[in-house]
């Protein structure tokens, strides 16, 4: 039995011919280009006839006429961020897309800062917005602007030179979640430290503030291990009354909810002989019995740091800035 032919390639000839048009008003047209003036009918023309045949516009021929490509480039996660970074990761990429750039999630899994760099610049993308797992450093910002980066931006406390810094300072959360159980009259308060891999990039900044918190009122902070699971948790409960805490400051909110149910288990009330706070102000927290205080993250808009991105590769001659990107603030509830 014979094979059937295979169907040709629509072009942008096929489309011009089509809609009655140049190809270069295809062009136009199909890259969205704001600087050429063109009707809507003749736009709507030109959209009409690419969806009949089929026609998408070549991504790599269009970065090799104009030098680069319409893609930003973000470095998939590695670790478990929950729901309220994911929400702002996802907030990003729609608000990116509506600017009409293509998001491609790397996956940077076992390189460095700058072996990862050098993997990104062979894709050629407009801008990287590096979310703080991999630290770049400035030969790597350098390799990814001679490669076509316009827009470099790094997540993290320290500055990188030639990038541009979204600076989502962790301590805040530990300070203001310490700060709280001071408040409600706790001296002696723990840490919890997540066993999961990865997690030590919030955990430790989160740890040095409550640090800080405590030393300014004398209180004492003991770092405690804890891992996400049931088992774990029934381990830590079991020995609570032994490491004489009256408070912890659980790094998230799923990690409190999952202490507080065993330390509940365990017959150690809560607040009365323990109280515990979390952070990132999910609802199921509010569901509780009781409910669960915590530290309410607000971190700016997706669409905020989408407009930055674009503002970059629209400029990308001004000096390196630096942006922050979250406040904190303790929300009293029931289990304080």
């Keep these: 039995m014979s094979q059937p032919p295979e169907r040709a390639v629509p072009t942008s000839t096929d489309v011009a011919r089509r809609a009655g048009v140049s190809r270069a008003t295809v062009s136009y047209v199909l890259n969205n280009a704001a600087a050429v003036r063109i009707s809507e009918p003749t736009r709507r023309k030109v ?6 045949l089929g026609y998408v516009p070549h991504a790599g021929a269009r970065s090799l006429r104009s030098g680069h490509t319409r893609m930003v480039l973000l470095p998939s996660a590695h670790i478990p961020v929950g729901p309220l970074y994911s929400g702002f990761f996802n907030d990003l990429q729609w608000a990116l897309r509506r600017l009409d750039y293509t998001v491609v999630q790397y996956g940077s899994l076992g390189l460095d800062g700058d072996g990862a760099a050098r993997a990104w610049a062979e894709l050629r993308p407009v801008a990287v917005v590096s979310l703080g797992e991999i630290s770049l450093t400035p030969h790597g910002v350098n390799v990814l602007k001679r490669s ?5 931006i790094t997540l993290g406390p320290q500055r990188v030179a030639g990038a541009h810094a979204l600076v989502m300072d962790q301590r805040e959360i530990g300070c203001g979640a310490v700060s709280h159980l001071i408040e409600r009259g706790r001296r002696r308060i723990g ?10 990039f919030f955990s430790q900044p989160r740890l040095a503030g409550a640090r800080t918190s405590a030393a300014a009122s ?13 088992r774990s948790a029934a381990a830590l409960a079991g020995r609570w009354r032994a490491l004489g805490l009256d408070g912890v400051y659980a790094y998230n909110d799923e990690y409190a909810m999952l202490l507080m149910r065993a330390l509940q288990d365990e017959g150690i009330d809560v607040p009365g002989e323990t109280s515990v706070i979390g952070a990132d102000d999910l609802l199921l927290g509010r569901l509780l019995r009781p409910r669960l205080s915590t530290v309410r993250v607000d971190l700016v808009t997706g669409q905020r740091l989408a407009e930055l991105v674009d503002r970059v590769v629209r400029d990308p001659g001004g000096e390196p800035e630096r942006h922050d990107l979250m406040g904190a603030r303790a929300v009293a509830r029931e289990s304080s």
């Design 191 to 200: 840490v919890v430290m997540p066993e999961e891999p990865g997690l030590g």
């Design 148 to 152: 076509g980066a316009k827009a470099v």
């Design 47 to 52: 959209r009409e006839a690419a969806d009949e």
């Design 218 to 230: 004398g209180a004492h902070v003991e770092p405690v291990p804890l891992a996400y699971t049931e």
